[in-house]
């Protein structure tokens, strides 16, 4: 693992996603997206009748979360990950679409590491529990999609120094399989 911290400024390229490595610290600044389950189902679902995507996917992050209301003056309100597992039935067709990094927490199934590897891509874990704190990484967000869904509404956030160690990266190391044995008593 990186003692170093990695600036990245969205979007990400295929070659910039391939070049993380499980283990590396990351701050990212930019343009990210929320999208949860609901949104991904009917992005899919809409791009299968000829509808178009709301946002262009290509080297585009996706954040796995679910805003809560602002307070008066604040861009956002508490602003955590969901759990990643649920946009694993969205996220190889995706990732084929352009997607190139993918923000959450908890694992993710083969066939979403198999299109990370086949494309390039990956998934940076976040702190669950710390919602609040990531809101302070937010300078603006605005719903771009979906607004009937409420909390799991598209939005766009523009972040600054936004938190994360990468998980998953484009070849497939995982850290949640890496590192646990390290801790395990004989």
Known sequence: MSDKTINITTPISR???RSLKA????SISGVIYTARDAAHKRMLENL???IPLPVELKDQ?????GPSPAKPGEPIGSVGP??????DAYSPKTIELGLTCMIGKGARN???IEAMKMYGAVYIGAVGGAGALISGCVKKAEVVAYPDL???AIH??????FPGIVIIDSEGTNLYETEPPKYIQA
């Open 110 to 112: 083969n066939d979403v």
């Open 150 to 152: 409420g909390s799991e």
């Open 61 to 65: 992050t996706i954040y796995f979360a």
């Open 48 to 50: 299968e009748k000829g």
């Open 15 to 17: 070659e910039t996603a």
């Open 23 to 26: 283990g590396d610290s990351v």
């Open 82 to 87: 969901t759990t990643s597992y649920r946009m």
């Open 156 to 161: 766009r956030l523009e972040v600054e120094n």
